[in-house]
């Protein structure tokens, strides 16, 4: 079991693994889950289109879609993340690129943990619980 992470059609270079899987496993425990399988896939802009367009029917683009292979308290599933929009929404939010990449990480995870964000209280809900997970990232050595 444990986290993974991959490129798929980019050449990025992701820092700090360890660290990162340490974060995202106790971001887990502490919504009381156990980490199974996550995998982390970076991309682009176009190719996390096609996923849209393909899985969801949906065309546009997004940062960040989540395919959930949950199985009662083992969280699972691959969280696919474009790049290019990470990059784009931290340039809108005056965010440094890093932060805002483990906003979208989080994003993914909290999906598979099971918060939703489709109607306004439950993207108040989710916003506030990636702001706890980014402040855990501070206690994470």
């Known amino acids: 079991m444990g986290v993974s992470f991959h490129n798929e ?31 982390f896939i970076f991309t682009s802009n176009a190719h996390l289109l096609r996923i849209n367009k393909a899985y969801l029917n949906h065309d546009y683009f997004t940062d960040v879609i989540t395919f959930d292979y949950s199985e009662g308290e083992v969280i699972s599933g691959d969280i696919f993340i474009s790049i290019e929009q990470v990059e784009e929404n931290a340039s809108i939010y005056g965010a440094e690129r890093e932060d805002e990449l483990r906003r979208v990480m989080i994003h993914g995870v909290l999906h598979l943990i099971g918060f939703s964000d489709q109607l306004p209280d439950e993207q108040e809900v989710m916003k506030e619980m990636e702001n706890e997970a980014l402040h855990l990232w501070l206690k994470v050595e």
Request: aromatic share 10%.
């Open 9 to 39: 059609q980019i050449t990025f270079d992701f820092q700090k693994r360890s660290r990162h899987t340490d974060w995202i496993d106790a971001c887990i425990d502490h919504h009381r889950k156990i980490a199974g399988e996550i995998t």
